[in-house]
């Protein structure tokens, strides 16, 4: 009996630590999936995953919709919630991975590249396994989204085997070993997750990257993404690694302020990023220098140079001063500002002509707006007052001309945005 009794209580022992075991095991494991949703959340923001796959004013994050532009016609993001029909929820780990990494989808179909594949190919398999494991969940949404929609030859996924083999590099990202921590993991924010030179890397007409211009800017749905190389003037090299932190903190420093499509970036990406990884950003930036010299601008003429002076005091001057600095933090510095000096206009022209606001973040709040000048500026006074911001104290780039405004006025009276 007393053998029987001593059995029963080593055998509750024994279930009582088994069970023990199990619960701690288990919420190792707990522990474990909630350290990767959290890690896949933050890099989902990074990636700016929302930007592309959210539809404005649809109120479902991340179903798809939402229109990207590119040269060739227009595609539709496509819905990346858990939806097993509509969205990715029936997708393999492996199916997911290979989409963000080799620009395959499900079956091997190949993806257009305004899905950045071309630069998401660096991530490591963990980080894409840890978004996924994000997106897993977030609310499943029942959406479907034809993404192809784009003309006749260019609807044919098969001529994407030519274009990968001419401008698809895969591979994970190989750290410099002759580079700091802080320097490579900018490398793999820039180079990969962040995908920035997908706006501010030239393109040619195949819409591949000018790899030996790479970040030397780009013109992009109605806007230019400007160099951010360590040039001077027309890239980051007036700015400070502290002044670049600043920048894609709150989408302000002392002398810049965010606006349009990086102000938007700002608001759902960079603002949300630690600042260790700011600062990663900054110090491979700094790092880029320009491969190319800035070609000499041509001498605006004295004539319109008057014009715009005149017009600049009436109706700039008020918020950006007469020695074009501007008020730190609220209106961006035009005197020095690489912005202003672009090869190409089309910013200065986008906020001239429509307006902007400037981001608004937890950071700067405040978001000041630009008016709309479209309404009391003819394409010539628009022309003159733009070509003497560009050339006004020590500036110094091409001239705006009446064609170029007109131009922009029509494309940018048939956007939406």
């Not at 996924?132 to 479907?144: D, G, Q």
């Not at 140079?305 to 933090?329: F, P, Q, S, T």
């Not at 950071?363 to 911001?389: C, H, K, R, S």
């Not at 110094?396 to 939406?416: I, Q, T």
């Amino acid at each position: 009996m007393r053998n029987a009794t001593s059995t029963l209580i080593v055998s509750a022992v024994g279930l009582f630590i088994s069970a023990a075991i199990g619960i701690a095991f288990a919420d190792t494991i707990d522990k474990q999936e909630f350290a990767q949703i959290q890690q896949g959340r933050y890099l989902t923001i990074v990636g700016d995953c929302a930007a592309c796959h959210t539809l404005l004013g649809s109120g479902h994050d991340f179903a798809g919709g939402r229109p990207i532009e590119t040269p060739f016609g227009q595609l539709l993001a496509p819905n990346i919630t858990p939806d097993k029909e509509t969205g990715i929820g029936a997708w393999t780990d492996d199916e997911f991975v290979n989409a963000l990494v080799k620009g395959t989808g499900r079956d091997g179909k190949r993806l257009y590249p305004a899905m950045p594949y071309t630069y998401y190919t660096k991530l490591t398999r963990d980080d894409a396994l840890a978004i996924r494991a994000y997106l897993n969940t977030v609310p499943s949404v029942r959406h479907l989204v034809k993404s192809n929609q784009l003309p006749f030859p260019f609807d044919l996924r098969v001529s994407l085997v030519e274009w990968d083999a001419l401008f698809f590099k895969p591979g994970t990202f190989r750290p410099d070993p002759n580079k700091s921590a802080e320097w490579n993991r900018g490398a793999y924010l820039v180079e990969g997750l962040n995908h920035c030179g997908a706006c501010h890397t030239p393109k040619d007409i195949l819409g591949g990257d000018k790899t030996r211009d790479a970040l030397h800017g780009y013109a992009l749905q109605g806007w230019f993404a400007p160099e951010i190389t360590n040039n001077s003037p027309r890239g980051l090299g007036d700015w400070s690694a502290d002044e670049i932190v600043a920048y894609l903190k709150t989408g302000h420093n002392s002398t810049n302020a965010a606006s349009g499509l990086m102000a938007e970036m700002i608001m759902r990406s960079s603002s949300h990023m630690t600042d260790a990884d700011l600062k990663a950003v900054a110090a491979y930036l700094k790092d880029k220098p320009s491969q190319k010299d800035n070609p000499a601008a041509a001498k605006p003429d004295e004539n319109v140079m008057k014009i715009g002076a005149a017009i600049y005091a009436d109706e700039c001057a008020g918020c950006h001063m007469a020695n074009g600095k501007g008020a730190a933090g609220l209106f961006p510095t035009l005197n020095g500002s690489a912005v202003v000096q672009q090869s190409d206009p089309a910013s200065l022209l986008h906020v001239v002509l429509r307006g902007a606001r400037s981001a608004a973040t937890d950071g700067a709040p405040t978001g000041a707006a630009m008016p709309e000048f479209a309404w009391i500026l003819n394409d010539a006074q628009v022309a003159a007052v733009l070509t003497y911001i560009r050339n006004a104290w020590g500036n110094a780039a091409p001239p705006v001309s009446a064609g170029e405004v007109g131009k922009a006025r029509h494309a940018l009276s048939e956007r939406a945005d």
